[in-house]
Nanobody, 115 residues
Framework: QVQLVESGGGLVQPGGSLRLSCVVS????????MGWYRQAPGKQRELVAA???????NYPTSVKGRFTISRDNAKNTIYLQIKSLKPEDTAVYYCMNQPIPSWSWGQGAQVTVSS
């Protein structure tokens, strides 16, 4: 059974930075593309970063230049580095396999951007 455990969230001031981590267990991690999603209150969950098995990354225009996804196959972990945080980045952040999500969602990591 696949388990996803996100961590690294918290309360950050606008303009600050944060790094989220997601540890994946139960599968051969290196064989899967991965992504980060977020869900803000009252909004649908959206994909904000993706990385293929070979490390090719992709971002929506809305976060390009501020979000960086990376992976460490030796640690079964993906990361999301976020800089220049904005209040509209406030959301619960989740990791999931890509390109077609098929696992159970983890508990997510709450990111709150506020002064």
């Amino acid at each position: 059974q696949v388990q996803l455990v996100e961590s690294g969230g918290g309360l950050v001031q606008p303009g600050g930075s944060l790094r989220l981590s997601c540890v994946v267990s139960g599968i051969i991690f290196s064989q899967y593309g991965m992504g980060w999603y977020r869900q803000a209150p009252g909004k649908q969950r959206e994909l904000v970063a993706a990385i293929t098995q070979r490390g090719i990354t992709n971002y929506p225009t809305s976060v390009k230049g501020r979000f960086t996804i990376s992976r460490d196959n030796a640690k079964n972990t993906i990361y999301l580095q976020i800089k220049s945080l904005k209040p509209e980045d406030t959301a619960v952040y989740y990791c999931m396999n890509q390109p077609i999500p098929s696992w159970s969602w983890g508990q997510g990591a709450q990111v709150t951007v506020s002064s």
